[in-house]
C-alpha cells in the first residue's frame, strides 16, 4: 500500500456521462497530481495542486476539472465523456511541489479505471 | 517542453540475464531522473533515481547511469528474476517543471 487511495478502482459509464474520480494523499504530503494512462500514450500529466492551489497544467482537456479541498484530498471531475477518455488515472502525492530543492518523490495510488462505452 | 523517448518498448530475457533500458531527453537543463517500476493492477512505484550532478547510482541489482552531454540516461537490471517482470517508466525533470514520462517498456523475464 503506497499511501496514496484513490476510488473508485473501476468505473463503467456511457458516453456523455460525467464522473468524478477521488484521491486522498499520503498522510503529509501536500501535493497531488493527476495522471492518465492510456496504451498508446504512457503517462500524461494532467494537473497539479498544491496545498488547494493550483500549480501547474499539463494536457488536461477543456471537460476535465479537478480541485484539492481543505483537507487536501482532491476530485478529478470528467464531463461529456467520449470513448476515447477510458483510460487508466492516476493520482499521485508529494511533500512539495515539483521543482522544489531536495528529494521530492511521487507516490503513485492504484489508479482509476475509467471504460466508456 | 521536455520530450522524453524510451527504448526498448518490449523486451523478453531469460531469468538470470541482464536487462538495459535507454531513454533520451530533450531539455539539456532536466537535472532528475527517476524510474519507476509498475506491476499488473498497481500504480508506478520509485524504484531508484538520478541528478545530474552523479553519473551512476547503484542500488542492489538495479543501477541508472547517466550521460549529461549525449543527454541519455539508462536501467541496468543484473541476474533478473521472474518477480522483475513488469513495466518500467523512465522520466525526466527540469527546474520547477513537472516529470516527463516515457512510454514504457514491458520487461519480460521467463524462468
Known amino acids: 500500500d503506497s499511501g496514496v487511495t484513490q476510488t473508485p478502482k473501476h468505473l463503467i459509464t456511457a458516453t456523455g456521462q460525467r464522473v468524478t474520480l477521488r484521491c486522498s494523499p499520503r498522510?503529509?504530503?501536500?501535493?497531488v497530481y493527476w495522471y492518465q494512462q492510456s496504451l498508446d500514450q504512457g503517462l500524461q500529466f494532467l494537473i497539479q495542486?498544491?496545498?488547494?492551489?493550483?500549480?501547474a497544467k499539463g494536457n488536461i482537456l477543456e471537460r476535465f476539472s479537478a480541485q484539492q479541498f481543505p483537507d487536501l484530498h482532491s476530485e478529478l471531475n470528467l464531463s461529456s465523456l467520449e470513448l476515447g477518455d477510458s483510460a487508466l488515472y492516476f493520482c499521485?502525492?508529494?511533500?512539495?511541489?515539483?521543482?522544489?530543492?531536495?528529494?521530492?518523490?511521487?507516490?503513485f495510488g492504484a489508479g482509476s479505471r475509467l471504460t466508456v462505452l | 517542453g521536455e520530450n522524453v523517448e524510451q527504448h526498448p518498448s518490449t523486451l523478453s530475457v531469460q531469468e538470470g540475464d541482464s536487462a538495459v533500458i535507454k531513454c533520451t531527453y530533450s531539455?539539456?537543463?532536466?537535472?532528475?531522473f527517476p524510474w519507476y517500476k509498475q506491476e499488473l493492477g498497481k500504480g508506478p512505484q520509485l524504484i531508484i533515481d538520478?541528478?545530474?550532478?552523479?553519473g551512476e547510482k547503484k542500488d542492489q541489482r538495479i543501477a541508472v547511469t547517466l550521460n549529461k552531454t549525449a543527454k541519455h540516461f539508462s536501467l541496468h537490471i543484473t541476474e533478473t528474476q521472474p518477480e522483475d517482470s513488469a513495466v518500467y517508466f523512465c522520466?525526466?525533470?527540469?527546474?520547477?517543471?513537472?516529470?516527463?514520462f516515457g512510454k514504457g517498456t514491458m520487461l519480460l523475464v521467463s524462468p
Open positions: 499521485a502525492s508529494s511533500a512539495r511541489p515539483q521543482g522544489s530543492s531536495g528529494a521530492n518523490v511521487l507516490t
Open positions: 498522510s503529509g504530503d501536500l501535493s
Open positions: 495542486y498544491y496545498n488547494g492551489e493550483e500549480r
Open positions: 531539455d539539456s537543463a532536466s537535472n532528475y
Open positions: 538520478i541528478r545530474s550532478n552523479v
Open positions: 522520466a525526466a525533470r527540469s527546474g520547477y517543471s513537472t516529470l516527463t
